[in-house]
């Protein structure tokens, strides 16, 4: 009897005469079984972690390349300026450096006025450095290899060309303006992957090197690329035309084969038509001289003298006296009466045949002769012949019980569409032009929509690999703190015990003043169940802690030895 009232049995007799709970909180949790510290310490490190990752997370510097395809020299040089200037960088294989997003900008303008990176191409920096020494010839080769690593520079600024070289051959120029020779140039151009150059482009780049150079002609510039083909003088392409031409050819035929579209859409349907446009386009240019002289001939012609140029000269010659001696003969001789012409005159008389004489006249006249000089040049671009092909899809027809079927185009409705089709590209007969236009069924693949899932989409993709980091922190810690840490703090710092109510059968003392009569139970007292149960609780923590204690108690219990020892109390 003795042990049921003792101070260990107490407290199982008071069920609410409970120990004094700890007041500290590392008194609290110390006192807490071991399952709760071990959630707690889990629960408490997992939180850390994930405040740690949370932080490196939202931290991650977004690196990007401040320059790529560098040389090893100019990338050590350029790692070591970084490493000076306290900016954390990346190397990557290919000659790729990359620092943070947020100081490209500035590290670029740094770096460049540095000097980084020098590259092998040298500029008119080289002239900075002269010696005292130094010759003519030297200074000269020296600004020759200046100007072409300007020249080098300015070609590769272009975002088609990866690398470029220029080669100058510059003659030394004498003082003969005869002798003196012009210089020449040669570019080496290396395109990015898949990258072509225009013919504005490949122009440009010529022009600009005969701009740098003095007395350099475009047409002394040649621009190669990487596979040794001419660019500045594109070779014949089959066709024998160049890309110009080519181009002009391609926009004849394009602006044909509109008129086509224009003229015949709107009678068959925009989808219901195909056509094509062949141009045989003459680019030779041909010049040719003609002079054709013309007689003035004819009645009506009038003779236009040019020159006239006449000459006459007598030669007269005294002949002896002949005959017989007489008066007649002693008298001077007449002169002759005969006409220059040559006409017939009378005879002289035998006396006046004393002297001889003679006459000679020249006359030349010169004309106007009618000259005609034409010089005939063809035009360049000329179209020789066209060759034209339409298709016109076959007509849907639907009958009266809704089956559709395709009907081709009456041949009348064709030959219409012939004559516009001629119209439209001024067809000529005399120029051997053809054009021919069809009907035929149009063959469509019916392409069936792909239904992607919503899960499938690229932006739901997108969106889940940017928030699944930050989604299974967030997740860790809350499985941490709902399923670790408040378990446990719970467990350290219990609920207020809700106060009992007045009346019967709150305290064992209670019973004999207070019994209840279970129905049908003889009379016997009724047992109320626990109000709490933190109150079980500690009971079963005692029980556990001092078995020998309680089995004494329950034995008085039974024996009704606690009521007596209660009453003589």
């Keep these: 009897m003795d042990n049921a009232l003792s101070p260990s049995n107490t407290a199982l007799a008071d069920p609410d005469a409970a120990p004094a709970a700890p007041t500290g909180l590392v008194q609290r949790l110390t006192a807490l079984p071991l399952r709760n510290k071990l959630g707690l310490g889990l629960g408490l490190a997992a939180l850390v972690g994930v405040l740690l990752a949370m932080a490196l997370y939202s931290g991650k510097t977004d690196f990007r390349p401040v320059f790529t395809g560098l040389s090893d020299k100019d990338g050590g040089a350029i790692i070591a300026q970084l490493a000076q200037m306290n900016v954390p960088y990346r190397n990557e294989p290919g000659g790729t450096i990359l620092v943070p997003a947020a100081q490209v900008y500035d590290v670029r303008m740094k770096l460049a006025s540095a000097g980084l990176p020098k590259g092998s191409v040298v500029g008119f920096e080289l002239m900075d450095k002269t010696s005292i020494g130094q010759t003519q010839f030297n200074e000269r080769l020296n600004f020759q290899r200046a100007l072409e690593g300007e020249l080098t520079r300015t070609i590769t600024a272009m975002a088609d060309v990866a690398d470029a070289r220029v080669h100058l051959a510059m003659p030394q120029q004498n003082g003969f303006f005869r002798e003196q020779q012009k210089p ?65 050819k391609q926009q004849v035929e394009a602006n044909l084969n509109k008129r086509i579209y224009e003229l015949l859409e709107p009678v068959v349907g925009r989808e219901n038509l195909r056509a094509t446009v062949t141009a045989d386009v003459d680019f030779s240019q041909v010049e040719s001289t003609a002079e054709e002289y013309r007689p003035n001939q004819g009645p009506n012609a009038q003779v236009a003298v040019r020159a006239s140029q006449t000459q006459e000269s007598i030669n007269s010659t005294p002949q002896p006296p002949t005959g017989v001696p007489g008066a007649a003969t002693n008298q001077p001789p007449v002169p002759a009466t005969a006409p220059i012409n040559g006409a017939s005159a009378p005879l002289q008389t035998a006396g006046g045949a004393a002297n001889s004489q003679s006459s000679r006249r020249e006359a030349v006249t010169n004309y106007e002769l009618d000259k005609t000089v034409r010089v005939t040049r063809n035009a360049i671009g000329t179209v020789r012949r066209l060759n034209a092909a339409v298709v016109v899809n076959h007509r849907s027809m639907t009958d009266p019980k809704g089956k ?166």
């Design 184 to 248: 020449s140039a040669s570019v080496m151009l290396t395109l990015r992957g898949g990258r072509t150059l225009d013919r504005a482009q490949v122009a440009g780049i010529v022009h600009l090197v005969s701009a740098s150079v003095p007395e350099l002609a475009p047409k002394a510039v040649s621009v190669l690329d990487q596979t040794g083909a001419l660019l500045s003088n594109p070779s014949d392409n089959g066709n024998g035309l160049d890309s110009q031409q080519l181009q002009y």
């Design 404 to 569: 559709t079927s395709t009907q081709p185009v009456p041949q009348e409705e064709l030959d219409k569409l012939n004559d516009l089709v001629k119209e439209a590209l001024g067809f000529s007969q005399q120029r051997g032009d053809s054009v021919k236009v069809i009907s035929a069924p149009f063959v469509t693949e019916k392409v069936e929509p792909v239904d992607v899932p919503l899960w499938k989409q690229p932006w739901l993709l997108e969106l889940a690999r940017t928030a699944a980091i930050p989604a299974a922190l967030v997740l860790v810690a809350l499985i941490a703190v709902f399923g670790m840490v408040r378990p446990a703090i719970r467990a350290a710092y219990p609920p207020p015990e809700p106060q009992p109510e007045a009346g019967a059968g709150t305290q064992l003392n209670a019973v004999e003043d207070e019994q209840h009569a279970l129905p049908g139970a003889g009379g016997l007292p009724a047992l109320e169940a626990p109000i709490s149960n933190d109150k079980l609780e500690r009971v079963r923590i005692i029980a556990k802690d001092n078995p020998l204690a309680v089995a004494n108690i329950v034995r008085a219990w039974v024996n009704g030895e606690e009521l007596e020892a209660v009453k003589k109390g």
